[in-house]
């Protein structure tokens, strides 16, 4: 099944720009990426998806590599509220499952 | 919209006893999901849906079943519950199509003593 690896955690200074890697070199052709978010104990908030070209949406940016085996998700301008943990997930083999990895702890500092 | 409503939010059992939890969208989704989130780790898939009446096996599916009686609503039962079971339960809803991301409720933490 296709898996995902991120760092387990990254810190960003306030305003900056925030690069959350993640490696996921299994992935199959038409398998997209999907950035989800979660602060404290809530539920996943979806984020930004993409299969091969970068995408851009009012909450960030995603740069998916040409060989598809890595992305990066970019929020252009960091603020303290972006402290959260953030999953970048794709599907199972058989289309159905979304797996999540552990996911990277980002921690916005003033 | 509402989106995905979980009931309830919390709850304490004893070893031993049973509960069902509740999940309900409102968004005409075919496919539904339950995770289990432990301290510090991520989110682990437990079972799944893809349709009324249909269920199915994720990573961690022991201890648990699950039933999709209506398409809206996605039960998970914990038939003899245990302290290893004690995490926070999050389900999930998505439209099926191949872009479509999940919509998650707000969770229910559970507690096993």
């Known amino acids: 099944d296709a898996k995902t690896t991120q760092p387990t955690s990254m810190d960003c200074a306030e305003g900056r720009a925030a690069n959350l890697p993640c490696n996921h070199s299994t992935i199959s052709g038409n398998e997209y990426v999907y950035w989800y978010r979660q602060i404290h104990s809530q539920g996943p908030q979806y984020i930004i998806h993409?299969?091969?070209n970068n995408e851009t949406n009012e909450m960030a940016s995603l740069i998916i590599t040409e060989d598809r085996k890595s992305s990066t998700l970019i929020l252009p301008h960091a603020t303290l509220r972006d402290t959260a943990v953030y999953y970048c997930?794709?599907?199972?083999?058989?289309?159905?499952?979304?797996?999540f990895g552990t996911g990277t702890s980002l921690t916005v500092i003033p | 919209n509402a989106g995905v409503t979980q009931t309830p939010k919390f709850r304490v059992l004893k070893t031993g006893q049973s509960m069902t939890l509740l999940c309900a969208q409102d968004m005409n989704h075919e496919y539904m999901y339950w995770y289990r989130q432990d301290p510090g780790m991520g989110l682990r898939l437990i079972h799944y849906s893809v349709g009324e009446g249909t269920t199915a096996k994720g990573e961690v599916p022991d201890g648990y079943n699950v039933s999709r009686l209506k398409k809206q609503n996605f039960l998970l039962g914990l038939e003899s519950a245990a302290p290893s079971q004690t995490s926070v339960y999050f389900c999930a809803s998505s439209s099926g199509q191949r872009k479509s991301p999940l919509h998650f409720g707000n969770g229910t933490r559970l507690t096993v003593t």
């Open positions: 997930i794709v599907r199972g083999n058989t289309g159905n499952q979304f797996y």
């Open positions: 993409g299969l091969k």
